[in-house]
């Protein structure tokens, strides 16, 4: 059974920094790309940031762009998203997602956490 559970939510201030982490089991990690998704209150989800098995490439959301980084430890099989320059808006529950297809960890991922809560204040 895959799981992917995500932990470093919390609360912080605006400007601030906050590292999140997805600990995976039942797939064979270095196999598969690993994404974050975000889904804020009242509104849809939202792709974030992507990376791919290799470590070779990645994507990001306008929106994370040049704030998040994404990266991954095949060894720990975990995936992390740390998060800087933290905005009001970037409060949300962000789910970290995985997929064999680069194209698809970005649209529709096949796995899915259940989510971390992220809420920034101003």
């Known amino acids: 059974q895959v799981q992917l559970v995500e932990s470093g939510g919390g609360l912080v201030q605006a400007g601030a920094s906050l590292n999140l982490s997805c600990e995976t089991s039942?797939?064979?990690?270095?196999?598969?790309?690993f994404g974050w998704f975000r889904q804020a209150p009242g509104k849809e989800r939202e792709f974030v940031a992507a990376?791919?098995?290799?470590?070779?490439?990645?994507s990001y959301s306008d929106s994370a762009k040049g704030r998040f980084t994404i990266s991954r430890d095949n060894t720990e099989k975990t995936a992390y998203l740390r998060m800087s320059s933290l905005k009001t808006e970037d409060t949300a529950v962000y789910y970290c997602?995985?997929?064999?297809?680069?194209?698809?960890?970005?649209?529709?991922?096949?796995?899915w956490g259940q989510g971390t809560l992220v809420t920034v204040s101003s």
């Open positions: 990376i791919d098995w290799k470590k070779s490439e990645t």
């Open positions: 039942g797939i064979t990690f270095h196999y598969y790309h």
């Open positions: 997602t995985s997929d064999k297809s680069f194209s698809t960890i970005q649209t529709s991922p096949t796995y």
